[in-house]
């Protein structure tokens, strides 16, 4: 079946660093792909998505590019700030014949970014 | 504009309690999902109803009963809860028909003792 497998964490970075969180997955057909984040407390917010091969979803400065040859979908981040602190979900979508969308998630990768 | 809403945010139950958990949106959406999330496992979808009137299982049903009150609101209920059930609840819709964006509600945080 589809699965979604993301780089275990914490990921711990200074301020200003460089992040990447590596996202891998195996699907049948084309799924869309997301990234959401959960900041502590709170539910999960789409971040960006993607929904065919060679997109990019972007926002809030991070970026992610749908790469269908090495099947990732790799989050990524210039320079990220200590309010970056969060979980982050990587997640495909399959599409059912009723019309709804199951959310495949990975298991979220933690980061924590120190002043 | 509320968004996805959930009551309680949390709740402490004893085994073999029941309960049920609310949910409701005001964005219009046909379709809505329930899942749990647990340390180290991401998400897993318990339940989700593809339209009003429409209910079906996900990944991990066993314990639960779901009803699609209305196009707004959709309830989880646990009959007799387990400690295994221990988790964060959390309820999603989205606007179905191509559309596959969710959107989520806060979360309930349910301990079973």
């Known amino acids: 079946g589809n699965s979604v497998t993301q780089m275990e964490g914490p990921v711990t970075l200074s301020e200003e660093a460089f992040l990447t969180i590596n996202c891998t997955y195996t699907a049948t057909g084309y799924p869309s792909l997301f990234w959401y984040v959960q900041y502590p407390g709170e539910g999960l917010q789409l971040l960006l998505k993607a929904t065919k091969a060679d997109d990019k979803g972007s926002n809030k400065g991070f970026e992610a590019t749908y790469r269908k040859e090495t099947t990732s979908f790799h989050l990524e981040k210039g320079s990220v700030q200590v309010s970056d602190s969060a979980v982050y979900f990587c997640a495909l979508s399959e599409g059912w014949m009723d019309s709804s969308y199951k959310l495949i998630f990975g298991s979220g990768t933690r980061l924590l970014v120190r002043p | 504009n509320a968004g996805v809403t959930q009551t309680p945010k949390f709740q402490v139950l004893k085994t073999g309690q029941s309960m049920t958990l609310q949910c409701a949106q005001d964005?219009?959406?046909?379709?809505m999902y329930w899942y749990r999330q647990d340390p180290g496992m991401g998400l897993r979808l318990i339940y989700y109803?593809?339209?009003?009137?429409?209910?079906d299982k996900g990944e991990v049903p066993n314990g639960y009963n779901v009803s699609r009150l209305n196009k707004r609101e959709f309830s989880l209920r646990l009959e007799s809860a387990a400690p295994s059930q221990t988790s964060v609840y959390f309820c999603?819709?989205?606007?179905?028909?191509?559309?596959?964006?969710?959107?989520f509600g806060p979360g309930t945080r349910l301990t079973v003792l």
């Open positions: 109803s593809a339209s009003e009137g429409t209910t």
């Open positions: 999603a819709s989205s606007r179905g028909q191509g559309y596959n964006e969710q959107f």
């Open positions: 964005m219009n959406h046909n379709s």
